[in-house]
């Protein structure tokens, strides 16, 4: 079990995530905007990433997949 939490809390870079996903860089920008896609977590001034675990919901439905919004 605390294998899967961490692994879901584990990090990808903007080229993994391209690369597991398909989708380009453009397109994942604009679906984030359309929160059909996992929003990014900034990781320092320049540089953003996103958990493996949120990415996985979204692989496991890409059509249906929205956004959870904050409160």
Known sequence: ????????????????????????????????????????VQLGPRAVGWRRGQIDAFLANPAGYRAEVAA
Do not use: N, W
């Open 1 to 40: 079990m605390a294998e899967h939490t961490q692994s879901a809390q584990t990090i990808l870079r903007r080229r993994q995530v391209e690369s597991e996903t398909g989708l380009s860089r453009s397109t994942i920008y604009q679906r984030i905007k359309d929160k059909t896609f996992p929003a990014a």
